[in-house]
């Protein structure tokens, strides 16, 4: 049997999604009954822990080894579940590039593109896939805040956020310009660039990306309905989460469709992603598609959308894994 890595956990903000992820994947790995998965945290201290408890170390050789009793595993896979950094802006991609251990995900690149707001929204515009509009800081001066007041003032209503986080964290709705400046510095607490982006009064929609018998799949649209306007890390990963999703949203016209499907297939090929990406977009009142980001390793809980999108496509995310773990071995 061959031997998978669950990585997990990396102690993040993430940290504990990561571990209801990598759960739901865990119990998809079991379902298919061929494979020795090792699920490995990697706590806040930097410990690597099995789901027995045991301590272990991923080795440069592509292996798992326990020094408690001294023993080694060769390992043919990794499934990289870490949202947030490192596991998602290509750090964690490169260890294993470096090892030559095959990894369910994008390269390191395309990775770390995603990962930053900013440099996302770069590519989305040489790849000419409409975005939400925007100005992104790279330092708090006062050059940086004035720059920011003017955005403000053309839009009065804005979406601040870290450029390189995930879940929801380090964002913030602003609608005050006396609130400008300070949230601009609370952001950027979480990372050395922020964007910031007009708020637009819209659905929020996205799809399932992903290659499958040597093409790349985009599933028909969901729809995440929040009621509170926002979704937030509370409301993406609470049980008591008044928001609701979609499998298949409702009331969207062709062209619509065609125009997220589209834009989607772009971004997939022109990013060069590859195995999976769940990719997010705004329909505007107007009715204007607007890309909003890509994550390249969704949320995989129970309750998370790139799952049910995909299985609403008639593919089983059982069988997919599968599927690309042997293509890969």
């Known amino acids: 049997m061959k031997n998978i890595l669950l990585l997990c956990g990396g102690g993040g903000s993430e940290h504990e999604v990561s571990l209801r992820s990598a759960n739901y994947i865990y119990d998809e790995l079991e379902k298919v009954n061929l494979y020795n998965v090792f699920k490995v945290e990697i706590k806040a201290n930097g410990d690597r822990v099995d789901h027995h408890g045991q301590l272990c170390e991923l080795r440069k050789a592509g292996e798992l080894y326990y020094p408690s009793s001294d023993q080694t595993h060769k390992l043919d896979f990794a499934i990289p579940c870490i949202h947030g950094p490192p596991g998602e802006n290509g750090v964690i991609q490169s260890i294993f590039e470096l090892m030559g251990l095959p990894y369910l995900g994008c390269s390191p690149e395309p990775s770390q593109t995603c990962f930053n707001k900013v440099s996302t929204k770069l590519w989305l515009d040489a790849l000419k896939v409409p975005n939400t509009p925007y100005i992104y800081l790279s330092d708090e001066s006062r050059e940086s805040i004035s720059a920011a007041e003017e955005f403000f003032n053309a839009n009065k209503d804005v979406y601040i956020k870290a450029a390189s986080q995930g879940s929801s964290v380090g964002c913030y709705h602003v609608t005050s310009l006396e609130d400008l400046e300070s949230t601009i510095l609370s952001a950027f607490k979480f990372s050395e660039y922020v964007l910031i982006e007009r708020t637009l009064k819209a659905r929020e929609l996205e799809v399932s990306a992903f290659e499958y018998n040597n093409e790349v799949v985009i599933t028909a649209p969901g729809e995440i309905i929040c009621p509170d306007g926002f979704y937030d890390y509370d409301q993406k990963y609470s049980n008591d989460s008044a928001t609701k999703t979609e499998v298949n949203a409702k009331g969207l016209s062709a062209e ?52 049910k999108m995909m299985e609403n496509h008639g593919v089983k995310f059982s069988e997919y894994l599968r599927k690309i773990i042997e293509e890969s071995t």
């Open 256 to 307: 619509q469709i065609n125009d997220i499907k589209s834009y989607s297939l772009k971004a997939f090929k022109g990013l060069k992603l590859r195995h999976l990406s769940r990719i997010d977009f705004f329909l505007t009142e107007e009715g204007k598609v607007y890309l909003n980001e890509i994550n390249t390793f969704p949320g995989m809980t129970s309750i998370s959308m790139f799952p």
